[in-house]
């Protein structure tokens, strides 16, 4: 169709670009099936990162990246090492910079928050992972209004 437009004048491209254009494109083609292909063979590595920050007796596990697969034991981990010498309640755990949770993840956030860990977030996406999991508690306030 770029030649048959170029032709009459619309658009101005060359063969060499024109090739260039449908390597791109194949290219990104690639690799997005690349992608597709590790993600359903199970091979795509999780990242996170957990910082642990304390300021006026609060405790705050920051926690970044995809909390999936084993990530989710390691947090598990981090939250019962901080919490076995402080109370649930002045520990909070900040999703703002959580990109994914998957559903080992989704049940450990559950259970810290019926053990009184306080769940955080600034961003859209942990706003509603914290929502999923306050649901039940959170609807029976709005019932009210």
């Given at each position: 169709?770029r030649?048959?437009?170029?032709?009459?004048?619309?658009?101005?491209?060359?063969?060499?670009q024109?090739?260039?254009?449908?390597f791109?494109?194949?290219?990104l083609?690639?690799?997005?099936?690349?992608?597709?292909?590790?993600?359903?063979?199970g091979?795509?590595?999780?990242?996170?990162?957990i910082s642990?920050?304390?300021?006026s007796?609060?405790?705050?596990?920051?926690?970044?990246g995809?909390?999936?697969?084993?990530?989710?034991?390691?947090?598990?981990k981090?939250?019962?090492?901080?919490?076995s010498?402080k109370?649930?309640?002045?520990?909070?755990?900040?999703?703002?910079?959580v990109?994914?949770?998957?559903?080992?993840g989704?049940?450990?956030?559950?259970?810290?928050h019926?053990?009184?860990?306080?769940?955080?977030a600034?961003?859209?996406l942990?706003?509603?992972?914290i929502?999923?999991?306050?649901?039940p508690?959170?609807?029976?306030?709005?019932?009210?209004?």
């Open positions: 169709m030649r048959q437009m170029a032709r009459y004048g619309h658009l101005q491209i060359t063969d060499l024109l090739i260039e254009l449908e791109q494109r194949l290219i083609t690639l690799r997005v099936a690349t992608h597709l292909h590790t993600v359903a063979a091979k795509v590595s999780a990242m996170l990162r642990t920050c304390d300021n007796g609060v405790t705050r596990l920051v926690v970044e995809k909390l999936a697969g084993a990530c989710v034991a390691e947090l598990e981090c939250w019962r090492a901080t919490a010498g109370s649930p309640e002045t520990i909070l755990v900040d999703l703002s910079s990109t994914w949770v998957d559903a080992a989704k049940r450990l956030l559950a259970f810290m019926e053990q009184g860990i306080g769940l955080v600034s961003g859209l942990a706003k509603c992972f929502e999923e999991i306050e649901g508690a959170s609807e029976k306030n709005n019932k009210d209004f």
